[in-house]
């Protein structure tokens, strides 16, 4: 089981949630003596788990040979969703920063999953206008009836898609889709290539955006203020968290 790193609680920001307010009409709720908590001010948390890395030792002879020097490792990630209450993921992003102590490039070689789409039907109806045609010599005009034309089309979209494939700063974006909503636990995977004896570290950098849910609509989707905190006896705050990724 997958032991948590960090977990990054956010909200939007004060100004953000006076303005999501006031376009919601709320902005009447806050009065009198102390103030009343809104769900939009509620923390969302996203937690990234422990990354376990393995070394890669059946490497095909062709790159073996074109990185002699080089070591691959295969590194297991985890991140997990959980929107305030009244609210939903409207889209996030996870990326991870590749760096070695003496600036030897490391570099994401393959990722998992690299494209997850979600399939979606869509009915256009195409209506064709009245077409007429006059005949001046004898005062008459041909009309032909209006006609309509349904057709059926297969839509994708993405649900999950990897970025930086070959550099430094691999990334992954979710977003959320008419059939999925961005929750719950996700396993990403990274194929590392790394200077043969030299330790990776990553460094996590998140962003992410909530809408608010009224009547099972969304509105305003608005960033949250990320703020990292370890999973630790102490639980200290981290600003920029970077920890050992490959021995």
Do not use: N
Not at 18 to 37: D, F, K, P, S
Not at 59 to 66: F, T
Not at 209 to 227: H, K, S, W, Y
Request: charged share 20%.
């Amino acid at each position: 089981m997958t032991e948590e790193l960090f977990v990054a609680s956010g909200a939007p920001s004060e100004l953000d949630a006076l303005l999501v307010e006031e376009e919601l009409g709320l902005a009447g709720v806050r009065h009198g003596v102390g103030e009343v908590a809104l769900p939009l001010r509620d923390p969302s948390h996203i937690s990234i788990g422990e990354p376990l890395a393995l070394p890669l030792d059946d490497v095909p002879a062709q790159i073996a040979d074109a990185h002699p020097d080089a070591e691959f490792w295969q590194v297991g990630l985890s991140c997990s969703f959980q929107a305030a209450p009244g609210s939903r993921f409207a889209d996030a992003r996870l990326g991870v920063e590749l760096s070695t102590v003496d600036g030897g490039g490391a570099v994401a070689m393959d990722m998992f999953p690299t494209l997850i789409e979600e399939q979606r039907t869509v009915t256009v109806t195409s209506t064709a206008g009245q077409a007429s045609f006059g005949f001046d010599a004898i005062g008459a005009e041909l009309s032909l009836p209006t006609r309509e034309q349904t057709t059926e089309l297969i839509r994708y979209s993405g649900r999950v898609v990897a970025f930086g494939l070959g550099g430094d700063r691999p990334a992954w974006s979710f977003q959320r889709t008419e059939q999925r909503e961005i929750a719950g636990p996700h396993r990403l995977y990274l194929l590392v290539r790394k200077p043969r004896g030299t330790a990776v570290h990553a460094r996590f950098t998140l962003s992410a955006r909530v809408e608010f849910v009224i009547g099972g609509r969304g509105f305003a989707p608005t960033d949250l203020v990320m703020l990292f905190r370890k999973r630790t006896r102490t639980g200290e705050l981290v600003d920029a968290p970077t920890v050992p990724l490959v021995p």
